[in-house]
């Protein structure tokens, strides 16, 4: 299932963005330019939340701005889900890394995760601060694993060059 939906949002700045929101079961897309629409229990006001919490550690502990605490809400507080926070830049990944379970609440994980793909994404340099204008940021919110009770896939004897055909 995939979801789109275009919207207006100046959230961040007098600026409008664009916004197109993602859903592909069952990973949670939300990006810096798009607001996650409530689904699954995350509400509109909680995506953008989630959005500002990346953007805000970049621009302070990078950018060297003070900028003001974001506010979360209680559901922060929990150890919700798996968090990926992917950085792209004119289009092109320029970092991302996470958490694929649920050990740290969302209020700590978001912020850690965006300032690792900020810098320690070790297939690409630092984000450096003049580039943190052109910097696209998505916060994946994974739902937690589920056990999936199946029986061995029956594998077959060819060799992977065998199996070309």
Not at 127 to 149: C, F, G, K, Q
Request: glycine share 8%.
């Amino acid at each position: 299932m995939r979801l789109r939906v275009r919207l207006v949002w100046g959230g961040l700045s007098s600026a409008a963005f664009n916004a197109t929101v993602s859903r592909t079961l069952p990973l949670l897309l939300i990006s810096y330019l798009a607001i996650f629409m409530g689904m699954d229990g995350i509400s509109s006001e909680e995506g953008a939340t989630a959005v500002k919490l990346a953007r805000r550690i970049l621009q302070e502990k990078i950018g060297g701005e003070e900028i003001a605490t974001v506010s979360v809400p209680d559901s922060f507080r929990e150890k919700r889900g798996g968090v990926f926070v992917t950085l792209s830049r004119k289009g092109d990944l320029r970092g991302c890394i996470g958490y694929p379970t649920p050990v740290l609440p969302l209020a700590v994980a978001i912020p850690e995760a965006a300032l690792s793909a900020a810098l320690h994404d070790p297939r690409f340099q630092p984000v450096r601060a003049d580039e943190l204008s052109e910097i696209s940021i998505e916060v994946t919110i994974l739902t937690p694993p589920v056990l999936v009770l199946s029986p061995p896939a029956r594998r077959t004897e060819q060799s992977p060059s065998e199996n070309t055909g």
